[in-house]
């Protein structure tokens, strides 16, 4: 976005200005021609990734799965679960799997130990509120690479 506002900027100013704005003292043309080329690069890129399609359908997934670990909740604190409630809440659950995009398996272990440290500092908190996150991290990183307890 930014990108394209300099753009912008250079194609409609003056050319006294233009030699102002651009950087590093290169000639305007082969500045804004490079930003252009950089600009149609990110473009193609940001087309085959299709970020902002993946993070949506990564969020419609969240939601989906808030909502079944909302209502198993509901029917374990009622402590009576029937066969149609436990249907419901299994055949949503699916409907999230089917929904859903896969996590890459690359990421899958990198993502669990991210969730993994994230619990461990929320319980540490729990007893410990006024803890140093970035210190609690070094000592469970220490516990868990170095300490052989």
């Not at 970020?51 to 009622?78: M, Q």
């Not at 409630?85 to 890459?104: N, W």
Request: aromatic share 10%; hydrophobic share 45%; charged share 20%.
């Amino acid at each position: 976005m930014s990108l394209s506002t300099w753009l912008v900027a250079l194609a409609f100013v003056e050319p006294r200005i233009n030699v102002r704005l651009t950087p590093f003292g290169l000639d305007s043309q082969i500045w804004v021609g490079t930003l252009s080329v950089a600009m149609f690069f990110l473009t193609i890129i940001q087309f085959k990734t299709d970020w902002k399609g993946r993070a949506d359908a990564h969020k419609r997934t969240f939601d989906i799965y808030a909502e079944v670990k909302r209502e198993a909740g509901y029917l374990l604190a009622t402590g009576e679960i029937d066969e149609a409630a436990c249907r419901s809440v299994l055949s949503r659950y699916d409907m999230a799997s089917a929904v859903g995009i896969a996590i890459p398996e690359g990421q899958f272990l990198p993502q669990k130990q991210r969730h993994l440290i994230k619990v461990a500092l929320s319980k540490h908190l729990d007893t410990h509120p006024s803890a140093s996150l970035l210190i609690t991290r070094v000592r469970f990183w220490i516990r868990d690479n170095i300490s052989r307890n």
